[in-house]
């Protein structure tokens, strides 16, 4: 494969990763139930330590998914956890 191909090659990749990118950005905008937060994402939104996510995985407190060492968080699920641990304020 001469580098022109494989130039053709990567601008094909490169097509097809933009258009599947913009079919997820298109679901998350009409449905809430795919949005997914990465780890990274959800230590930011949560304000925890990577140890603190990995015991409420490890307990059952937040549902994931895990592609290889990469770990997702579906928006219900973090809603769901706050709800769950959701303390009203007391009468005065």
Not at 43 to 58: F, G
Request: hydrophobic residues 40%; proline residues 3%.
């Amino acid at each position: 494969m001469n580098v022109f191909e494989l130039e053709e090659k990567i601008g094909e990749f490169d097509q097809k990763l933009k258009l599947i990118i913009g079919i997820l950005r298109e679901r998350q905008r009409t449905n809430p139930e795919e949005v997914f937060f990465d780890n990274q994402e959800f230590l930011h939104v949560m304000n925890i330590s990577k140890r603190t996510a990995q015991q409420w995985r490890d307990n059952g407190l937040i549902g994931f998914c895990q592609i290889g060492s990469k770990i997702y968080y579906r928006l219900p699920d973090i809603l769901a956890l706050l709800e769950d641990n959701y303390k009203p304020a007391a009468k005065q």
